[in-house]
């Protein structure tokens, strides 16, 4: 890995007042250029994770470094090669986007001529062009989110930290932050540090997850590793006669447990050796003279790992009118 643009954390620790601890010795290493998807409920240890990492809390005991620098000895260099984009966006409601983006390029010691090149340039890739000489009260939710985003890009920050930043966007506006995080990590190598309460936006962008609960991590990998720990494939079969329920279930007998199907008047099993075993299904279905209405595979999600690790739902996973859809072609391939 190249430190200079990961993050490393050993044995850290957070507590407050009355002995209590946030965080509670726990080890992350996220490489260059890559996107770490950091998940937990409320009052897990995330945020306090988080803030520690961006030099708003010093650690209570052990060692961060991030992009190559210690968090408790050497902040200014930390906040100089990070950008952070926080739930709550900060905007003076008076100030036009592009006015934002030249505050904050002085702020950040830019040259004025690099200042006003820079800003045009991400206003334009988070397609605020049009709407940059616009003060940002008349923005929506989505354009002020991909404001901040610009603004946390304006000085070329090794590492990205996102803290839930789709939380009350749509789909179009989630999408395209989408894009942009995947172009900023493909491409340009940022290394991104994700929160995020929606289990399927981990799930599309993240190459690795992280699960912390009660101040530790009690499960991390890749999206597929990860789902494949807690559950396998379960398969579903709705038989064209109703009558034929009984021999349909013996004949899926041999191919898995059987488990409570998602709907009426079909029968369902937990595959033991997952998907390759469809076509044995399909075959073992015909010689049984079974004639088949529908027949849907059912992958394990992350939902069923966070609930599996900590025995709890996300917030964000419990009403799925607002979970984030992913767009045609952004479906993540099992690995």
Not at 17 to 32: E, F, H, M, N, T
Not at 326 to 334: N, T
């Amino acid at each position: 890995m190249t430190e200079e643009r990961g993050i490393v954390v050993e044995g850290l620790v957070r507590e407050f007042k009355g002995g209590v601890r946030a965080v509670d010795g726990i080890d992350l290493y996220v490489a260059a250029g890559e996107i770490y998807g950091f998940l937990g409920p409320n009052g897990a240890g995330k945020s306090t994770t988080v803030k520690v990492l961006t030099t708003l809390l010093p650690p209570s005991a052990g060692r961060a470094t991030v992009a190559g620098y210690d968090v408790a000895k050497e902040g200014a260099n930390v906040r100089a090669s990070i950008g952070v984009a926080l739930q709550d966006v900060a905007l003076d409601p008076m100030l036009t986007g592009r006015e934002h983006m030249r505050l904050q390029g002085g702020l950040q010691g830019i040259p004025r001529a690099e200042r006003k090149r820079r800003g045009d340039e991400l206003l334009d890739r988070v397609g605020l062009s049009d709407a940059a000489d616009r003060r940002s009260k008349t923005y929506s939710g989505g354009m002020k989110r991909r404001l901040d985003l610009a603004l946390a890009l304006l000085h070329n920050p090794r590492i990205l930290f996102l803290d839930e930043p789709t939380t009350g966007l749509d789909v179009q506006s989630r999408t395209a932050l989408w894009d942009e995080v995947e172009r900023l990590a493909r491409e340009e190598g940022t290394t991104v540090f994700l929160t995020t309460q929606y289990l399927e936006e981990a799930d599309v962008l993240a190459d690795r997850v992280g699960i912390i609960d009660r101040g530790t991590i009690v499960a991390e990998g890749t999206p597929a590793q990860l789902k494949a720990q807690v559950a396998k494939p379960t398969v579903e079969l709705v038989p064209r006669d109703a009558g034929a329920c009984t021999a349909a279930a013996a004949a899926l007998k041999p191919f898995g447990e059987p488990v409570a199907a998602r709907r009426e008047g079909s029968i369902a099993v937990r595959l033991d050796s997952g998907a390759d075993q469809l076509a044995d299904i399909v075959r073992a279905l015909d010689q049984a003279d079974i004639a088949v209405a529908n027949l849907a595979l059912h992958e394990p999600t992350l939902d069923d790992v966070f609930l599996a690790k900590t025995g709890r739902s996300l917030e964000g996973s419990a009403d799925g009118a607002h979970e984030p859809v992913a767009p045609p072609g952004r479906e993540r391939a099992a690995a």
